[in-house]
């Protein structure tokens, strides 16, 4: 049994109130009510911290770049204080050869880091995937340190406690499974058995990442919709915390990325806003310590969280083909539409 | 000279109780409403609010809310009607049979083609037939594009309350089945759509039939009777009548 939070704060020097507070902040961050705030104490104080496995697939590795500017908590701190990392291609101080030679003798019949990982923290460690998995050419578009990324996805989540897909590219397939996915790449639901914690955006918020990871250390699987997302942070729509709904309620939208609409701030949804089909906290949370959402810097959400969303393009319309007045105004240059005839896109 | 009055004898079939009868009323009206206000949402074309401020213009013009509102509400007039429609089934007989595409009866599929040769005015008449087999699919396929409407629409709606009723019996296995709430909003407006074109069609034929066949077609959507000359005892008589009062009126003639 390994320290539990608290004795490791103990031996951190971090005070009993610090300790509250840290606890209290964390409670709003994960969805929980006040009330629950004992509750987060109380497993702070037994729960030992969790080992995490954290590996890298087909991908962009943006989603480790957001993860590690998480605010609320700090990346820092939960890395080092909150969970052990035990293996990840990117972020662990140990790299190159020393790191990937254990690697290599696994498969000369050696025991390796990563062995001894899954050795020592059997049925207790969280996976985490990030990036899709190749299957096209047996996976050999996608090999870390000898090992094919997709035997690696299969094997690791025996033994796990949980898993996670981070990111749209586990969670979906991401760019590499966009038409005509050449690598025939999957999302990791397709390989692994066991139920998976799908925590998708490209990348997903800082402050989800480091949410749904909290919860599991302390509080096992979070409540999840059918696709396997946090309901706390993927319960809603875009479009339902969006601070310019007034403006669509109202019927006023922008026609143009940058006429006279766009600069008042009026709704993106006729520029292709993909808020009101999107499950994410960007309209909530916001990104980066709340300071801003791509709807709020003035450009329509892309869908980031969406499932295929690569293949929803282009990302300026609203559906894929389907005929509106404007598609009849762009027909001819120098027509005027006769029902909105300054309101035409295109002109 | 032409005749002002003929005395003939007709065969004269009650096929809509007046309850089916305004079923179908209610949901042209519906359908209307909702296909035109599912256009606005769709592409908010015009913007009847310029020059207001987004609360005022919210309580004041035609605002998306409003049209939404509007949208929704005839979405449940539709989704009710259907389970009228669905207790009609069993309160008469041909609420429910004249429904069916009955393509294990000969007169089925000679029908077909008869109906369609009729249609393109190469025949002057087919056999007789109170529903022909080409009205059988057609009703079968839009009231099953009814269904996936009211199933995507009430998807896409129960979700802005995640824990509502609808979010939790439609919304989330229906986003997991379609993928995204995106490909909901395409299916359902491609729908739309093809509900739109059955419309048009439809319409076209009842009124084809009407003038051309002489057979009351439009009668029995408002009366709710059709009227075959006698001679002409149509073949899926018994959809309608008891198998026994066809065998005898078809001994008859
Ligand atoms: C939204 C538009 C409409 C829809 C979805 C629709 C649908 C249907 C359906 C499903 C039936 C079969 C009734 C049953 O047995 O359940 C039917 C019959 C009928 N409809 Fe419509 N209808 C529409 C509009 C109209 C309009 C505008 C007219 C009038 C011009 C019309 C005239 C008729 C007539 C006369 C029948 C009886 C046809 C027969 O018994 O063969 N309908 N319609
Ligand atoms: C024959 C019936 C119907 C027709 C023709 C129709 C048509 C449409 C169309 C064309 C759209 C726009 C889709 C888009 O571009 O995003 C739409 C949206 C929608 N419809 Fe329907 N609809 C029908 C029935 C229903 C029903 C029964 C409901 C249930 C309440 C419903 C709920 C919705 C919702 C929630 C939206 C999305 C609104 C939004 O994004 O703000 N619809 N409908
Ligand atoms: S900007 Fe996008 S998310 Fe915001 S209200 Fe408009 S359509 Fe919805
Ligand atoms: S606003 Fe949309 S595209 Fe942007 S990060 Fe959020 S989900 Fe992704």
């Known amino acids: ?118 050795e020592e923290y059997k049925d207790r460690y969280i996976l985490i995937y990030e990036g899709g998995v190749p299957l096209g050419n047996d996976g050999k578009y996608c090999i870390v340190a000898g090992r094919s990324y997709k035997e690696d996805v299969i094997e690791l989540a025996h033994h796990a406690m949980a898993l ?109 806003c993909r808020g009101p089909t999107t499950y994410a906290s960007c309209g909530n949370l916001r990104w980066f310590g709340g300071i801003s959402y791509p709807i709020q810097s003035g450009a329509p959400c892309i869908g980031c969280a969406d499932k295929n969303f690569w293949d929803k393009d282009p990302f300026f319309e609203r559906l894929k083909g389907v005929v509106t007045s404007k598609s009849w105004c762009g027909r001819r240059r120098n027509h005027r539409c006769p029902c909105r005839p300054r309101y035409c896109g295109r002109h | 000279m032409v005749a002002n009055v003929v005395k003939k004898a007709f065969y004269r079939f009650y096929l809509f109780q007046p309850g089916l009868r305004i079923w179908h009323w209610i949901q ?95 025949k002057k008449s087919h056999l007789p037939l109170i529903r022909n087999p080409l009205a059988r699919i057609a009703y079968v396929f839009v009231l099953l594009l009814i269904f996936f409407e009211i199933w995507t629409g009430f998807a896409m709606y129960g979700l802005s309350d995640p824990s509502g009723f609808w979010a939790k019996f439609v919304s989330n296995w229906t986003l997991a089945f379609f993928g995204s709430e995106y490909e909901l909003h395409f299916w359902h407006h491609v729908v739309a759509w093809v509900i739109a074109i059955f419309v048009i069609v439809h319409v076209y034929m009842v009124f084809f039939n009407d003038f051309i066949a002489k057979e009351g077609e439009l009668s029995s959507m408002t009366a709710g009777v059709k009227y075959f000359p006698e001679g002409h005892l149509p073949e899926d008589c018994d959809d309608v009548a008891s198998q026994k009062e066809c065998k005898k009126l078809r001994e008859q003639s």
């Open chain 1, 1 to 118: 049994m390994g320290k539990t939070y608290w004795e490791t704060f103990k031996e951190a020097g971090i005070s009993r109130r610090e300790f509250l507070k840290f606890a209290t902040y964390i409670t709003g961050l994960m969805g929980l009510a006040p009330s629950m705030v004992p509750k987060v104490v109380h497993a702070l104080e037994t729960k030992e911290r969790i080992p995490v496995i954290w590996l890298h697939g087909l991908e962009c590795t943006g989603c480790t770049e957001s993860f590690i500017r998480s605010n609320a908590p700090y990346a820092s701190d939960l890395l080092l204080n909150l969970i052990t990392l035990e293996y990840d291609e990117t972020l662990t101080a140990a790299s190159g050869i020393l790191y990937e030679e254990s690697g290599k003798m696994v498969r000369a019949g050696l025991v390796g880091h990563l062995d001894k990982v899954v």
């Open chain 1, 164 to 272: 996670i897909a981070m990111g749209t590219c586990s969670s979906w397939g991401g760019i590499q499974a966009a038409k005509p996915n050449p690598t025939e790449s999957v999302d990791v639901t397709k390989l692994v058995k066991k139920p998976v914690i799908r925590v998708p955006g490209c990348p997903p918020i800082p402050e989800v990442i480091t949410g749904t990871i909290l919860h599991i250390a302390l509080f096992g699987i979070p409540p999840v919709d059918d696709q396997g997302r946090p309901k706390q942070f993927f319960g809603n729509r875009i479009h339902d915390t969006c601070y310019r709904r007034p403006f669509f309620n109202a019927g006023q939208f922008v026609e143009k990325p940058d006429d006279e609409a766009a600069k008042k701030g009026w709704c993106l949804y006729k520029i292709g």
């Open chain 2, 28 to 122: 042209f009206l519906a359908i209307l409403v909702l296909f035109i206000t599912g256009l606005y949402i769709g592409d908010p074309f015009f913007i009847g609010s310029i020059g207001w401020e987004a609360n005022d213009a919210y309580a004041h013009v035609l605002s998306m809310d409003l049209i939404r509102l509007i949208h929704f509400a005839a979405g449940y007039i539709l989704l009710f009607a259907f389970l009228y429609r669905i207790f009609l089934m069993f309160t008469k007989k041909s609420h429910f049979s004249l429904l069916i595409p009955k393509f294990w009866k000969p007169w089925f599929w000679k029908g077909i083609i008869e109906v369609l040769l009729f249609y393109a005015f190469i």
